[in-house]
């Protein structure tokens, strides 16, 4: 067991240390994903292939352009309360994780779940959600022009 909460450690610290806030209660889910303005969620897990994608791809993402307002994470395989309450606003879409979501104003505006991840190299992931974060960075509510 104690190898397992080591390893999860990592993955979470992987995001955390970049910039990520974990999200470990409903009540922090809540707060986080309908405050507003750009919202990048980050569903973490102790999936080997596609968390080792997902995890260096959002980092990389976040490096190269427009910012969220704020970025989070749930972790999947320890915080179940929260991922559940992460996952009700992931409307039509079933849980995945790992998984990446953008919320706007409370509304989810883009989504990246597992089937999308895993056959995809970090690199993909980083272009697909920097083009979001930068199709949806516009302050006024309204979609940046393309």
């Excluded at 507003?36 to 352009?65: D, E, F, H, K, W």
């Excluded at 849980?95 to 990446?100: C, G, H």
């Excluded at 597992?114 to 509510?141: F, H, Q």
Aim: glycine share 8%.
């Amino acid at each position: 067991m104690a190898g397992h909460d080591l390893l999860s450690l990592v993955m979470r610290s992987e995001l955390t240390r970049n910039g990520f806030t974990e999200l470990r209660t409903a009540a922090e889910v809540d707060e986080a994903l309908t405050a507003p303005g750009t919202t990048l969620v980050a569903v973490n897990s102790n999936c080997g292939c596609a968390g080792g994608t997902m995890r260096p791809g959002i980092v990389q993402a976040l490096r190269r352009g427009p910012q969220p307002d704020r970025a989070v994470t749930v972790f999947a395989s320890g915080d179940v309360e929260a991922t559940a309450r992460a996952r009700e606003y992931f409307t039509g879409y079933e849980p995945s994780s790992p998984a990446i979501a953008l919320m706007r104003d409370g509304q989810l505006v883009f989504m990246l779940e597992r089937k999308d991840i895993k056959p995809s190299t970090p690199e993909e992931v980083a272009a697909r959600v920097a083009d979001a974060l930068e199709e949806w960075s516009a302050r006024d509510g309204e979609r940046a022009p393309a």
